[in-house]
């Protein structure tokens, strides 16, 4: 199993301990030191790391960008309404949950350590979910292919039989 996740922050020191704590489960933490210019690139980047989960810092004003952890939340939620996004913030209060899709999570930042454990367990099932539906897309999709090849199939055997059925008729 290789879970794959980014974590968009702007302090380095923060990104270093949740990818240590996450490399001991298996989990790699992806990240960029500098951040992407707007919120809407990052969703190319992604696709690109093929990447299973995000958390994302809500501030992320330390080094000055124009936008906030929320608004890369929202610009990914425009593009992918099912990958697992973690938003890391002080103030939880603040989050509306019409902002929140249902997977997402809000932890305060002072929490984080402590449920650094059950962020595990979420991330492996949502991990393990989204693999099962994956397997079930396939799955779909090759029982409509195989479907439709069938059906063609019938449909030149009748034509066959018909043929057959018509010799026979003038044969007689």
């Given amino acids: 199993m290789c879970i794959k996740g980014f974590y968009i922050e702007d302090e380095l020191e923060n990104i ?32 690109a790391l093929k990447i299973n989960f995000l958390i994302i810092d809500k501030n992320l004003d330390k080094k000055g960008m124009g936008y906030s952890g929320l608004d890369v939340l929202e610009e ?11 938003l890391i913030t002080s103030y939880v209060n603040e989050i509306e949950i019409k902002d929140l899709s249902e997977f997402d999570q809000v932890i ?25 539906k994956q397997t079930v897309d396939e799955f779909e999709l ?23 059925e018509k010799l026979l008729k003038e044969k007689h």
């Fill in 142 to 164: 090759g029982m409509t292919q195989k479907t439709s090849r069938l059906d063609s199939e019938i449909l030149e055997l009748k034509k066959i039989n018909e043929t057959i």
């Fill in 16 to 47: 270093n301990s949740l990818r240590r704590h996450f490399n001991l489960e298996g989990i790699e933490l992806h990240y960029k030191e500098e951040l992407l210019e707007s919120p809407n690139q990052y969703y190319d980047l992604f696709c």
């Fill in 108 to 132: 305060d930042k002072g929490n984080l350590e402590s449920e650094l454990d059950s962020l595990i367990i979420r991330i492996k099932r949502s991990y393990n979910r989204s693999k099962v």
């Fill in 76 to 86: 990914i939620r425009k593009q992918d309404s099912n990958i697992y996004i973690v």
